[in-house]
């Protein structure tokens, strides 16, 4: 059991110990970007109150921690001679994380990539997959000893959907379906990494891929395509080429400028785990109108998170099961890398509470059924910069004052840790 967090999110401290621009700092200083032009100048100050974090992680009793390496803390261009004050940053964390007996889980890229590199094209371009590989190599080589399990990208969904397709998100760009080579460089950057840090003696390396149950809205014929088409892209998309080698059939077509001969053999290089977050069920239904092939429906009769997002337990054993269906043999174990809801301010966070005890639950059944789940992981241990929706939206178990930076525990994290305690 263990807390995600991201960089970006969390860290602060964006100008210090030559940490190099991000496509998350552009867009956030670019007025109307994020809700009340909030930034992650500042966020949760992580990066001087590291140690503090981590004896709450300890006060909660988890094994493992899921945080994310800044790439330009790193490679301050994305390229090239790393920055060693960014490397012992990521020391640091991880010796203390040792030092408290919890697994340090690094993933490489939460979105915010180096701006020099997105001034080239950012992910459009394929020479990023080939500076992905570097900088994972880089990082290996400095963090290896310690560090065991490797997650190489994170929602590759959500930042071609929301970065290219859409322009919510950094690097702000509305190209629709023109993103789509974005999809196919970051897959190409993960199988890339994945072989530096094979060969680097990595035990265990995933990719963490948001998913969901896609729910058709009726049984009428073009429901059913239009659900299928959204699997398509929001799901299969990502794992198929990485556990079976192959993109769906109708995305391949669209695909095929940018494949080269090999690619889809580097991109499936064997993983050791795969990574899954989950929020929630997605209810689609035909076009009614010519932009996209399907249309986002409201799920109704479920409570809803403070960011309105449907709250739908058994969603998440069916997506567990059905990708056991779906992939068979070549499913490797699961970690739930991400879990977790928005609720409004304050400590008294009983909808956390609920929200964590029943997709625990759904988890439960789904290992009885059969599915190998290996870990959980909450998000998040703190709230932190929800990206456009700014400090709005507040993940964490435990609380942060964003003028302060005092940190107080929610009820949530006191459940929490009084599960962890029982179960010993
Ligand atoms: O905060 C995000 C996280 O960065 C990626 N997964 C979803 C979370 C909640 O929106």
Redesign the pocket.
Known sequence: MGVST?AY?IEGAAAEDGRGVSIWDTFSHTPGRTLGGDTGDVACDHYHRWAGDLDLMTGLGVDAYRFSLAWPRIQPDGRGKPNPLGLDFYDRLVDGLLERDIAAVPTLF?WDLPQALEDDGGWLNRETSLRFAEYAGIVADRLGDRVKRWITL??PI?HMAQGYAFGSHAPGKSLGFEALPVAHHQLLGHGLAVSELRSRGAAEIMITN?CTPVWAASDDEADQVAAMIYDGFHNRLFNDPVLLGTYPEFLAGMLEPVIQDGDLETISTAIDTLGI?Y?NPTRVGAPSQDELPFDMKQIDGVPTTAFGWPVVPDGLHELLTGLKTTYGDALPPIYIT?NGCSTDDGTADQFRIDYLDGHLGAVKRALADGVDVRGYFV?SLLDNF??AEGYSQR?GLVRVDFDTQERTPKDSYRWLASLLRERG
């Open positions: 991201a999110q939460h994170n929602e959500v948001n977050n929020y991400e998000w929800e990206w993940f």
